[in-house]
């Protein structure tokens, strides 16, 4: 049971030890530069999700939500970078800011149609990924938006201590998310939500406000997520995530958590983000065909959910166990000693 309980970690370890031996390059500074790099920004799309599956729901809509945070954050960027000519810090902290307004807008928008109108989050977040996605073609005119400013290259593409600043940022919001989701009445709501929402609602929580927060938050992680890659690349485009949402749902149930909800760790997504990363790079290094990529995570997706439920199932029975264990029996009395003791 210790050792399925840490299912992903292992496969994470092993997979490193393979690419380490079979794929010449895979383990120096540069390519881990380039790892954390890749990582980083469906990581955001990941964490989102991730809460959203605690409570047992799912956003459809990150990968162009994505789209659509990092085009409007260039093209405010990419106007003022070249009125001023300057390099652009504040341009850049405001595009930042603006990426995660909208990116929260477009989840609160996803929240209220679920909680207010009482659709399935599946239907909602199906139909808002058209209307992202077309949001995001009519302010570019479906055409990349480029010239950004040079703060905004520097902090897609600079790195401090070998590590990029964009993972800092990301891996900082997995620590700060996973404090929130152990130690705060929102996580806690959460994971209560996706095991009985009947009895949350019951005891006084407001599913409506909570449903706004939870897709307003994952909306916004998915909106900076745009904002990074666009800076990254140094071009925002309506079409940059629509391939990220699988990756994104495969992070987050190849870490641990259900589907179903209820359950699940952040640092779970971290793991199953930097395994899907590492089959990626290693794969590159090796002239491995990029449609082999897939055909692994999925199998690895089921391997990993098979052994998971695997744990789950041993830990049910281990419990029912210890339980029936701790049960007193009741002494069997006989016919004819209760006989003998009424006549006394």
């Given at each position: 049971?210790?050792?399925?309980?840490?299912?992903?970690?292992?496969?994470?370890?092993?997979?490193?030890?393979?690419?380490?031996?079979?794929?010449?390059?895979?383990?120096?500074?540069?390519?881990?530069?380039?790892?954390?790099?890749?990582t980083?920004?469906?990581?955001?799309?990941?964490?989102?999700?991730?809460?959203?599956?605690?409570?047992?729901?799912?956003?459809?809509?990150?990968?162009?939500?994505?789209?659509?945070g990092?085009v409007?954050?260039?093209?405010?960027?990419?106007?003022?970078?070249?009125?001023?000519?300057?390099?652009?810090?504040?341009v850049?902290?405001?595009?930042?800011?603006?990426?995660?307004?909208?990116?929260?807008?477009?989840?609160?928008?996803?929240?209220?149609?679920?909680?207010?109108?009482?659709?399935?989050?599946?239907?909602?977040?199906?139909?808002?990924?058209?209307?992202?996605?077309?949001a995001?073609?009519?302010?570019?005119?479906?055409?990349?938006?480029?010239?950004?400013?040079g703060?905004?290259?520097?902090?897609?593409?600079?790195?401090?201590?070998?590590?990029?600043?964009?993972?800092?940022i990301?891996?900082?919001?997995?620590?700060?998310?996973?404090?929130?989701?152990?130690?705060?009445?929102?996580?806690?709501?959460?994971?209560?939500i996706?095991?009985?929402?009947?009895?949350?609602?019951?005891?006084?929580?407001?599913?409506?406000?909570?449903?706004?927060?939870?897709?307003?938050?994952?909306?916004?992680?998915?909106?900076l997520?745009?904002?990074?890659?666009?800076v990254?690349?140094?071009?925002?485009?309506?079409?940059?995530?629509?391939?990220?949402?699988?990756?994104?749902?495969?992070?987050?149930?190849?870490?641990?958590?259900?589907i179903?909800?209820g359950?699940g760790?952040?640092?779970?997504?971290?793991i199953?983000?930097?395994i899907?990363?590492?089959?990626q790079?290693?794969?590159v290094?090796?002239?491995?065909?990029?449609?082999?990529q897939?055909?692994?995570?999925?199998?690895?997706?089921m391997i990993?959910v098979?052994?998971?439920?695997?744990q789950?199932?041993?830990?049910?029975?281990?419990?029912?166990?210890?339980?029936?264990e701790?049960?007193t029996?009741?002494?069997?009395?006989?016919?004819?000693?209760?006989?003998?003791?009424?006549?006394?």
């Open positions: 049971m210790f050792l399925l309980r840490f299912t992903s970690v292992g496969v994470l370890f092993l997979l490193i030890l393979f690419f380490s031996i079979a794929a010449p390059g895979f383990a120096t500074i540069f390519s881990v530069t380039n790892l954390l790099n890749a980083a920004v469906f990581l955001l799309l990941a964490l989102g999700e991730t809460f959203v599956l605690f409570a047992g729901g799912i956003d459809l809509s990150v990968g162009s939500m994505l789209g659509l990092g409007a954050s260039a093209i405010y960027m990419s106007a003022h970078a070249s009125a001023t000519g300057a390099s652009g810090v504040w850049t902290v405001v595009g930042l800011l603006i990426a995660l307004g909208v990116g929260g807008a477009g989840g609160a928008f996803n929240g209220a149609a679920i909680a207010y109108l009482n659709l399935s989050p599946l239907i909602v977040t199906l139909g808002s990924y058209g209307i992202f996605l077309g995001a073609d009519l302010l570019s005119n479906g055409l990349p938006i480029e010239n950004l400013p703060a905004s290259f520097t902090l897609g593409n600079n790195t401090f201590l070998q590590i990029p600043y964009i993972a800092y990301a891996f900082g919001l997995a620590i700060v998310l996973t404090f929130v989701s152990k130690n705060t009445r929102f996580g806690l709501y959460s994971y209560a996706g095991t009985n929402r009947e009895a949350v609602r019951r005891a006084g929580v407001n599913l409506k406000r909570h449903s706004v927060m939870l897709y307003g938050l994952c909306g916004a992680l998915a909106g997520a745009g904002m990074l890659n666009a990254h690349f140094s071009s925002a485009s309506s079409t940059s995530g629509l391939n990220d949402l699988l990756v994104a749902i495969a992070a987050v149930v190849i870490g641990g958590t259900p179903t909800g359950e760790k952040v640092w779970g997504t971290v199953g983000a930097l899907y990363t590492i089959l790079n290693g794969f290094l090796m002239n491995v065909a990029a449609f082999w897939l055909i692994v995570i999925g199998f690895l997706i990993v098979s052994l998971d439920n695997y789950r199932r041993l830990h049910s029975m281990a419990r029912i166990s210890k339980e029936l701790s049960i029996p009741v002494p069997v009395v006989s016919s004819a000693e209760s006989e003998s003791d009424e006549t006394s």
